[in-house]
């Protein structure tokens, strides 16, 4: 069936440092890919997705870039803030209308 | 103002006690799913609907039961807790209609523990 595997973490970066955090899929046909956010005590809110190859999606000074080839959806800011802490979940939309989550992946941005 | 509703948010129960979660979307959403949190363990599915009486178990259905009577409506049932379901739960929606590139709307969450 679909998957999706990301790094899982913890991240724990420097204020200002550069983040990328990985996510791989594996699914049949063309899904769907998201970016989601849980910060401390919230439920999931979308930060941003794509829908078909090369697309880039961004939001809040993040961006991801959906490679086919690759099959791959990696999160990416030049910059993190300490308000940027939060667990990082990667997905998919699979042609059966379906999602799949990854493990997530925990952010810490120290001061 | 469009949103996923739980309730409760958080929930203290004992084992053996039927409980129901409930979840309520205003978005005419067809599909609808519930997720439990653990940590190291993600999101795991529960169960999902794409529709009105269409339900399908998700990875982690054992001990779960769901219906859906009405399009809005999602409701999560325990008929017989176990402290092993002491867990963070969550309800989401989405529109269906033959595209993909439409999210999932979460709600707030219940935590519940069963001791």
């Known amino acids: 069936g679909d998957s999706v595997t990301q790094m899982e973490g913890p991240v724990t970066l420097s204020e200002e440092a550069c983040l990328t955090i990985n996510c791989t899929y594996t699914a049949t046909g063309y899904p769907s890919l998201f970016w989601y956010v849980q910060y401390p005590g919230e439920g999931l809110q979308l930060l941003l997705k794509?829908?078909?190859?090369?697309d880039k999606g961004s939001n809040k000074g993040f961006e991801a870039t959906y490679r086919k080839e690759t099959t791959s959806f990696h999160l990416e800011k030049g910059s993190v803030q300490v308000s940027d802490s939060a667990v990082y979940f990667c997905a998919l939309k699979d042609y059966g209308q379906n999602f799949v989550f990854g493990p997530g992946t925990r952010l810490s941005v120290l001061p | 103002e469009a949103q996923v509703t739980q309730n409760p948010r958080y929930l203290i129960t004992v084992t053996g006690k039927k409980l129901t979660v409930t979840c309520s979307q205003n978005m005419n959403h067809e599909y609808m799913s519930w997720y439990r949190q653990d940590p190291g363990l993600g999101l795991r599915q529960i169960y999902y609907?794409?529709?009105?009486?269409?339900?399908d178990k998700g990875d982690v259905p054992e001990g779960y039961k769901v219906s859906r009577k009405e399009k809005r409506n999602f409701p999560l049932i325990l008929e017989s807790p176990s402290p092993n379901q002491t867990s963070l739960y969550f309800c989401a929606s989405s529109l269906l209609g033959g595209i993909t590139n439409t999210e999932a709307f979460f709600g707030q969450g219940t935590r519940l523990t069963v001791v």
């Open positions: 794509a829908t078909k190859a090369d």
């Open positions: 609907s794409m529709n009105v009486e269409v339900t």
